[in-house]
C-alpha cells in the first residue's frame, strides 16, 4: 500500500498524525511538500521590473529557490521524525494543487488537512488548493481535522427558501 501524506506549513503534524493511526505497519508513506512556483518567479519578476534586464548576479529569484528548497528539506525531514518510520520524502515545485493530484497517481491513499477557515464545518473548511485536490485526487483521500473539528453548531444555516412564484 502506498500513502501520501500532503504536509504544508501549519498543517503538517495533523496530515503525519494521521498517517501513524491509519497507514498499514508494511505501507509505503511519502511525505509530500509542494513549494508553489509562483514564490520564486515573483521575485525574479520584481528585480527585473524594477531594475531591468541583466543584472542576474543579483537577482534575489535564484536566492529565495535556495531558501525554499532548503526549507522544505528542513520541514520533511521534521516530518519524517514526528512520523517515527521509514519512508520517502518528495520535494516538489509547481502549481500546489496540480502537484499533490500528480503525485497522488498510483497511491492507495491520499492523506490531506484542511485548509481553509477551520473554524466552522462545512465547505469552507477547505481552501482552493485543498478543494482542487479533494475533487480531483485519482485514489481515495482521508481529509483531516489540523486541530480539534469545530462544534456542530457551526454548520452554516441553510439559505432561505426562494420566494414562490404565481
Do not use: N, Q, Y
Not at 543584472?55 to 520541514?75: K, M, N, Q
Not at 517515527?84 to 497511491?107: I, M, N, Q, Y
Not at 485543498?130 to 454548520?155: K, M, Q
Request: glycine share 10%; with cysteine; proline share 11%.
Amino acid at each position: 500500500m502506498k500513502v501520501i501524506a500532503w504536509i504544508t506549513e501549519g498543517t503538517w503534524p495533523a496530515g503525519i498524525d494521521a498517517a501513524r493511526a491509519h497507514a498499514p505497519d508494511d505501507a509505503d508513506i511519502v511525505l509530500l511538500h509542494v513549494t508553489p512556483a509562483d514564490v520564486p518567479g515573483a521575485a525574479h519578476g520584481a528585480f527585473a521590473g524594477l531594475l531591468g534586464r541583466g543584472h542576474g548576479e543579483r537577482d534575489p529569484g535564484t536566492r529565495v529557490e535556495h531558501l525554499a528548497a532548503a526549507s522544505a528539506e528542513t520541514f520533511l525531514a521534521e516530518a519524517a521524525r514526528r512520523l517515527g518510520r521509514p519512508c520517502a520524502r518528495v520535494e516538489r515545485t509547481g502549481r500546489v494543487e496540480r502537484e499533490v493530484v500528480a503525485a497522488a497517481e498510483g497511491a492507495d491513499l491520499l492523506i490531506v488537512a484542511r485548509d481553509g477557515d477551520r473554524t466552522h464545518l462545512g465547505p469552507r473548511s477547505l481552501g482552493h488548493a485543498g478543494r482542487f485536490i479533494v475533487d480531483h485526487a485519482p485514489c481515495p483521500v482521508l481529509l483531516v481535522w489540523p486541530e480539534p473539528a469545530p462544534g456542530i453548531d457551526t454548520i452554516p444555516a441553510p439559505p432561505p427558501h426562494p420566494p414562490h412564484h404565481r
